[in-house]
């Protein structure tokens, strides 16, 4: 019985720490774009129509389903640590200093190539209904949409912890890290405004999404399937042709986005 109540307390541990995560980004995201910034904001908004208290209020109770699965993968991930099968670690003197700078952009690439796949696999006829019609209920997204997920999505999603971790050794804090930038970047796609500078996609960073990649993926449904860089989509041919002249647009004069133009439909799958 001591055992289950172990179980039961780290659950209840990984739940909060979830929670504070997906508050603090969610919260300060809205915040800084709905009071802080709002004048800055306003005419960046990507869609004309605003999502209603009835949307946020399916997101909030979608993100805490989400948020509870994770709770259950960690406490599994627990497990396995237990039996030797996680590389987590505590020790700065574990590994060499290039290793620890190197090996947050390593998971941050790995979950990029991870997201890309599942995302897209998801999208199949006949998974999208099982797996990820929850999240696209969220025709216009908002910083809540972040974790509203289907109990299958949200385990696809979380199994990516446990994998990584038993692939490669990493620090905890490198772990919490990532952790963090995972949800603020989920927060920050799903915003409705457009927070990157006009020329961001002709620059040299226009290798990484933008707020507008992914709401035209909610617009749409198929193409521009990444995370957090353009590289699979580009690759794969999946990114919407038009994807740059509706940043422009959002980021400029902030004209609302009417639509979006997909590339070749046959490989938007």
Aim: no cysteine; glycine share 6%.
């Amino acid at each position: 019985m001591e055992f289950f109540w172990e179980l039961a307390a780290d659950w209840t541990v990984n739940f909060r720490q979830g929670l504070f995560r997906y508050l603090l980004a969610t919260v300060s995201t809205g915040v800084l774009l709905g009071w802080l910034f709002r004048r800055w904001a306003a005419p960046r908004r990507i869609q004309e129509r605003r999502a209603g208290w009835r949307d946020i209020r399916r997101e909030l109770s979608f993100s805490m389903l989400t948020l509870a699965v994770f709770a259950t993968t960690g406490v599994i991930t627990l497990i396995l640590a237990d039996w030797g099968l996680v590389k987590l670690y505590h020790r700065w003197d574990s590994y060499p200093l290039w290793w620890h700078l190197a090996s947050l952009p390593v998971v941050i690439l790995l979950h990029d190539a991870y997201f890309y796949w599942t995302h897209r696999a998801m999208h199949h006829p006949k998974l999208f209904r099982h797996f990820h019609r929850v999240h696209h209920l969220s025709r216009t997204p908002t910083p809540w949409t972040a974790y509203s997920f289907s109990i299958g999505e949200a385990a696809l999603m979380a199994l990516f912890s446990p994998l990584i971790m038993m692939l490669l050794p990493l620090h905890v804090l490198v772990w919490l890290v990532f952790l963090f930038v995972m949800i603020f970047r989920n927060a920050m796609l799903h915003a409705g405004y457009e927070f990157h500078p006009r020329g961001w996609v002709d620059g040299p960073l226009d290798f990484m999404t933008t707020t507008t990649h992914h709401d035209l993926h909610h617009q749409q449904f198929r193409g521009n399937y990444g995370f957090y860089f353009t590289w699979w989509d580009r690759w794969m041919g999946t990114e919407f042709n038009n994807y740059k002249e509706e940043f422009r647009r959002a980021a400029g004069a902030g004209t609302p986005v009417a639509g979006a133009k997909q590339g070749d439909a046959s490989a938007m799958t």
